[in-house]
């Protein structure tokens, strides 16, 4: 069972909606394949700023070109959103399907370092999507940092997820623990992992180098995109293979119970 993952490594707009739609819009169409599945970083719209003024409602643009964008390729599409509901502001993340219906998930873990924390709600509760055959588990940026939300646990009828995915605005003087926590992630959750992160410079002069990233089961990188530069990259991974891995390997059945309270 194959799945066409393709990301975008791309520089952003800071506060300037319109113009990220626009451009990442143009990179989508330069693909020469065909995807199951588009990956944008976070906040795609504005960039990672604190000026919740920004916000759109969950029916706002981005979402309408997320829809429109998502039935045009028949690949689902996912990225962060700033999202106001009910007087509260979110980092969202929506995972759109190509029949224009919807899943979303509110980022967990608040960055205080930039404030986030003040401006945002946290979210409590996890999203594991079903699509093509795969369960994929779309988490957010700082999220990376906290191994016990990105477990993946396992029940009587096998482990939560195959693809763990990261969406992010991760700074390129961070790099180091980006690039390490990846392929953890994969190694200890026995699932691809990919990371997606922005280049270029956002308003607060805070530089970002990209440094997105496919890893398998084994924690090796299997993409391609270079650092600082723009890329849109279409890689393909194989749920058979990662079964069978699983099946030679099932480290995740000496893996230590545990609840999580939220």
Not at 49 to 57: C, P, Y
Not at 131 to 154: A, E, H, M, T
């Amino acid at each position: 069972m194959i799945l066409k993952i393709s990301f975008v490594q791309s520089k952003l707009f800071w506060q300037d909606i319109k113009s990220n739609l626009e451009y990442l819009e143009r990179k989508i169409d330069e693909m020469h394949q065909v995807a199951d599945v588009i990956v944008l970083p976070e906040m795609f719209s504005t960039g990672f700023s604190m000026q919740t003024n920004q916000a759109e409602s969950i029916d706002g643009e981005a979402l309408k070109w997320m829809q429109r964008l998502s039935r045009q390729k028949q690949a689902a599409i996912t990225g962060s959103l700033m999202i106001k509901e009910k007087g509260f502001i979110y980092n969202r993340l929506v995972w759109m399907f190509p029949d224009g219906s919807f899943e979303v998930y509110d980022k967990r873990h608040l960055f205080r370092m930039a404030n986030e924390n003040e401006s945002f709600t946290a979210g409590n509760r996890r999203l594991i999507v079903q699509y093509k055959g795969w369960n994929i588990c779309p988490l957010i940026c700082y999220d990376l940092r906290f191994p016990v939300w990105s477990r993946n646990q396992s029940s009587n009828s096998g482990l939560a997820y195959d693809l763990l995915i990261y969406v992010a605005n991760w700074p390129e003087r961070r790099a180091l623990a980006w690039n390490s926590l990846l392929p953890a992630r994969a190694i200890e959750n026995q699932a691809f992992v990919l990371g997606v992160n922005r280049v270029g410079s956002d308003g607060n002069d805070i530089s970002y180098s990209g440094d997105s990233g496919l890893y398998n089961y084994l924690g090796e990188r299997i993409s391609q995109a270079n650092r600082f530069m723009e890329k849109v990259e279409i890689i393909k991974v194989s749920k058979t293979e990662l079964l069978n891995f699983r099946e030679s390997f099932p480290a995740y059945a000496d893996a230590d119970e545990f609840k999580l309270y939220v």
